[in-house]
């Protein structure tokens, strides 16, 4: 593959360098040179820096795991070593199968980008798995909805995904058209970074195509590079940073065959606003929503003015969240495990 190459021209704000960063940086690291990392593979670290792209060697003690596309890194402009990663901005992460551990997507991002098409891809609980973690991660989401151009009704699919979320964005495009670009301008301004993600099929990587800057060697491999996972199937396993039109950079990362969700009791609350201001006025401040009386959230479903569907989605990941939610993660984790049932 095509290595990439940072955006010209070439400085560190150009790669999203900002003050919150600068002030990181101690008076012993000045002659240390803060880079971007721009790919994550199994045995490989690569970053930006306003020369160019740069193969990074990890202190003994790290892993690639540790870091994610988007990280800061100091590094040693001598041996290109990484000294230490500096605080993020925002982290989007999510549970895998089986594992405790999350898995890093992406790092200091403003915006997430959550494909999906006008056609079957189309999924309000999955859409919401996304919600819930981007706005966890600290960033602001917007739904991409791709194949307009392949529907008869975009416009009811544009409804349905901007009920999802109160003040959500949400754009429909044909993701082949220089026309998107002009779209996601917004989002897409110097500095900013976005990262994208979604189904596989759904458009990231014809999408980012037509994002991507000129100069960006790495606007043509839509593939990435294949790696075997441990069950021996073929996935893409790279992740990556890109120069897009406008300025600002792009995180690409695979498409997610699951989603599951953990520690997002903040996201869920943001994404099911309607529900959560209702939880106060129920009888028990546990309230389940499910067969409690006295319960604010059921009395609004039997008046009409909340959908059924919206409570079954949000107890189903609320339920999962709780589950996966490990004890000592603070003041939220351990009220959202209280067994007892206090009255108001
Ligand atoms: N007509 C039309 N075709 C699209 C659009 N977006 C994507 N496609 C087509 O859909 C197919 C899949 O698009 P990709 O960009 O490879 O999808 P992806 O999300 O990157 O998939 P993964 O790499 O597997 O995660 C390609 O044949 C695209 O040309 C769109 O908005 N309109
Ligand atoms: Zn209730």
Redesign the pocket.
């Known amino acids: 593959m095509t290595e990439t190459r940072p955006p010209s021209p070439n400085s560190l704000a150009a790669l999203g360098w900002s003050k919150g960063f600068e002030d990181q940086v101690t008076p012993d690291e000045t002659a240390l040179a803060p880079m971007r990392i721009a790919t994550v593979h199994r045995s490989r670290v690569t970053a930006f820096s306003p020369s160019g792209a740069v193969k990074l060697n990890l202190p003994a003690h790290a892993s690639t795991t540790d870091f994610a596309v988007g990280d800061w890194v100091l590094v040693d402009p001598e041996t290109d070593t990484v000294s230490r990663r500096l605080e993020r901005k925002s982290l989007l992460r999510r549970r895998t199968e089986g594992t405790r551990a999350p898995q890093l997507i992406a790092a200091n991002i403003d915006t997430l980008f959550i494909?999906t098409?006008c056609n079957a891809d189309f999924n309000p609980a999955r859409l919401e798995r996304y919600l819930a973690l981007a706005n966890e991660a600290g960033t602001t989401p917007v739904i991409l909805l791709?194949?307009?151009?392949?529907a008869k009704d975009a416009a009811s699919y544009q409804s349905r995904a901007a009920a999802l979320q109160r003040g959500l964005a949400v754009v429909t495009?044909?993701?082949?058209?220089p026309e998107?670009a002009t779209a996601l301008a917004p989002w897409c301004a110097p500095g900013q970074t976005v990262a994208?993600v979604?189904?596989?099929?759904?458009?990231?990587?014809?999408?980012?195509?037509t994002l991507a800057a000129k100069d960006d060697a790495a606007a043509q491999p839509?593939?990435?590079i294949r790696e075997d996972d441990a069950k021996g199937r073929h996935t893409?396993t790279s992740r990556s940073l890109h120069a897009v039109k406008g300025g600002g950079l792009a995180i690409?990362?695979?498409?997610m065959r699951s989603l599951h969700v953990s520690d997002v009791g903040a996201g869920l609350d943001t994404l099911f606003a309607e529900i959560a201001e209702l939880a106060p006025e129920c009888r028990f401040r546990d309230c389940t929503h499910a067969h409690e009386p006295g319960c604010a959230v059921q009395a609004a479903v039997a008046a009409g003015t909340l959908d059924p569907g919206r409570l079954e989605r949000w107890r189903k990941l609320d339920t999962e969240n709780r589950v996966n939610t490990p004890v000592a993660t603070g003041p939220r984790g351990n009220k959202t495990i209280k067994k007892t049932r206090h009255k108001r």
Not at 146 to 150: G, S
Not at 252 to 255: A, H, Q, S, V, Y
Request: aromatic share 0%; proline share 3%.
């Open positions: 494909v098409s791709t194949k307009a151009d392949m495009l044909n993701a082949k058209d998107a994208l979604g189904s596989s099929g759904v458009g990231k990587s014809t999408l980012l195509n839509t593939s990435g893409t690409d990362t695979p498409g």
